[in-house]
């Protein structure tokens, strides 16, 4: 008997009920969440440059340009001025200012139109050749609406800011942080699906890790959404205090859990130490992994949480500079993508002795 035929590896991967799936289909799905994870640090850099009420008009097609002559420039800044963001924080701001602000959130929009670009455009060239099909499929097809309603979620969060109080609900901030980490966890997923197969290993403590990690970075939406960060920049303590006085004076009491940055900032904080902790622990008991790859991607998790502890630290003492911040939101982005590696098993067997 003759062995059977493997299918190329170069061309095909992770069978989907019984047939291939391109592993160029693969390549795809991580190259779209390269892009969402810039996405979101770009997002953060907007966030913290005060600069995502800069468009106050939500123009998916004709807002992909963006003013191009002198009285196009003039006319977005009138409208603008007509905002409270203008006529409550930014009376003296010029022109070339407001040029400023305008690209970040231009940037920011015009990088989610091309991720769903990015996103669609291949979808449906493996759809007509049917190389992608079955549950697949669907998940795709599903992740695309998704993006959809991330987009539609964005421009909810703005118009928050664009009536009374220029600034934009925490509350919608951290549903579109939400959505955005949930759409890279599942391009991430189902590209390394497409390219490996699970190993489940330690997969039940690291994805309790993975769920501490994702809902620590949604509280740091509330703190960036109340600018908690700028309030008791001391560490440990909270400028001498374990428990600050403030951390209850609403009423009734939940509310201090959203709206006091006292204890956005506090909880915050408790949480980095709670994820510290998890992941120092998961990563002493995946050391000992017998595959090589599988401890080095354990010692990885460990060194993007080491990193990211630092960030939080150094940003908190400094008051929030923009660049401190914005590596802050990429190194939660890259805690996020590590330990989602380790939780959803996606390694081969190695062939390397350990």
Same mark, same amino acid.
């Given at each position: $008997?003759?062995?059977?035929?493997?299918?190329?590896?170069?061309?095909?991967?992770?069978?989907?009920?019984?047939?291939?799936?391109?592993?160029?289909?693969?390549?795809?799905?991580?190259?779209?969440?390269?892009?969402?994870?810039?996405?979101?640090?770009?997002?953060?850099?907007? &966030?913290?440059?005060?600069?995502?009420?800069?468009?106050?008009?939500?123009?998916?097609?004709?807002?992909?340009?963006?003013?191009?002559?002198?009285?196009?420039?003039?006319?977005?800044?009138?409208? /603008?001025?007509?905002?409270?963001? +203008?006529?409550?924080? =930014?009376?003296?701001?010029?022109?070339?200012?407001?040029?400023?602000?305008? @690209?970040?959130? /231009?940037?920011?929009?015009?990088?989610?139109?091309?991720?769903?670009?990015?996103?669609?455009?291949?979808?449906? @060239?493996?759809?007509?050749?049917?190389?992608?099909?079955?549950?697949?499929?669907?998940?795709?097809?599903? #992740?695309?609406?998704?993006?959809?309603?991330?987009?539609?979620?964005?421009?909810?969060?703005?118009?928050?800011?664009?009536?009374? &109080?220029?600034?934009?609900?925490? /509350? &919608?901030? $951290?549903?579109? #942080?939400?959505?955005?980490?949930?759409?890279?966890?599942?391009?991430?997923?189902?590209?390394?699906?497409?390219?490996?197969?699970? %190993?489940?290993?330690?997969?039940?403590?690291?994805?309790?890790?993975?769920?501490?990690?994702?809902?620590?970075?949604?509280?740091?939406? #509330?703190?960036?959404?109340?600018?908690?960060?700028?309030?008791? =920049? %001391?560490?440990?303590?909270? =400028?001498?205090?374990?428990?600050?006085?403030?951390?209850?004076?609403?009423?009734?009491?939940?509310? =201090?859990?959203?709206?006091?940055?006292?204890?956005?900032? +506090?909880?915050?904080?408790?949480?980095?130490?709670?994820?510290? +902790?998890?992941?120092?622990?998961? @990563?002493?008991?995946?050391?000992?992994?017998?595959?090589?790859?599988?401890? &080095?991607? +354990?010692?990885?998790?460990?060194?993007?949480?080491?990193?990211?502890?630092?960030?939080?630290?150094?940003?908190?003492?400094?008051?929030?500079?923009?660049?401190?911040?914005?590596?802050?939101?990429?190194?939660?982005?890259?805690?996020?993508?590590?330990?989602?590696?380790?939780?959803?098993?996606?390694?081969?067997?190695?062939?390397?002795?350990?």
């Amino acid at each position: $008997m003759t062995a059977p035929t493997e299918p190329n590896v170069s061309t095909r991967a992770g069978p989907v009920r019984g047939r291939a799936v391109p592993r160029a289909a693969g390549y795809w799905l991580l190259a779209v969440a390269v892009l969402v994870a810039a996405m979101i640090v770009l997002g953060g850099a907007t &966030r913290l440059t005060q600069s995502g009420l800069s468009i106050v008009d939500w123009q998916p097609i004709s807002g992909v340009l963006p003013p191009l002559s002198d009285e196009d420039w003039q006319a977005s800044f009138v409208r /603008y001025q007509q905002f409270p963001e +203008f006529q409550k924080l =930014n009376r003296h701001m010029s022109l070339d200012e407001f040029k400023t602000i305008f @690209w970040f959130e /231009y940037a920011h929009r015009l990088l989610g139109r091309l991720i769903g670009l990015a996103f669609l455009l291949p979808f449906l @060239w493996f759809l007509v050749r049917r190389q992608l099909h079955g549950r697949l499929a669907w998940q795709l097809g599903g #992740l695309f609406l998704l993006g959809g309603l991330q987009g539609l979620a964005g421009w909810w969060m703005v118009t928050s800011g664009l009536v009374d &109080r220029p600034e934009v609900s925490q /509350y &919608r901030l $951290m549903v579109h #942080l939400a959505l955005a980490l949930a759409i890279l966890a599942l391009l991430l997923h189902l590209g390394w699906g497409v390219l490996s197969p699970r %190993t489940g290993r330690d997969r039940p403590g690291a994805w309790l890790v993975f769920a501490l990690v994702y809902l620590q970075a949604l509280s740091g939406a #509330l703190v960036a959404g109340l600018d908690a960060g700028l309030h008791y =920049n %001391t560490f440990p303590t909270m =400028n001498g205090a374990w428990l600050p006085p403030e951390l209850w004076h609403l009423k009734p009491w939940w509310l =201090n859990l959203v709206d006091n940055p006292t204890t956005v900032q +506090f909880d915050h904080r408790l949480g980095a130490f709670i994820v510290a +902790f998890a992941a120092l622990l998961l @990563w002493w008991r995946g050391r000992g992994a017998a595959d090589r790859r599988r401890r &080095r991607a +354990f010692d990885l998790m460990l060194a993007a949480m080491l990193v990211q502890f630092g960030l939080g630290v150094a940003t908190l003492l400094l008051q929030v500079p923009v660049a401190l911040g914005v590596l802050h939101q990429a190194g939660a982005v890259a805690l996020f993508t590590a330990t989602l590696f380790v939780a959803d098993g996606a390694l081969k067997p190695s062939s390397v002795p350990a």
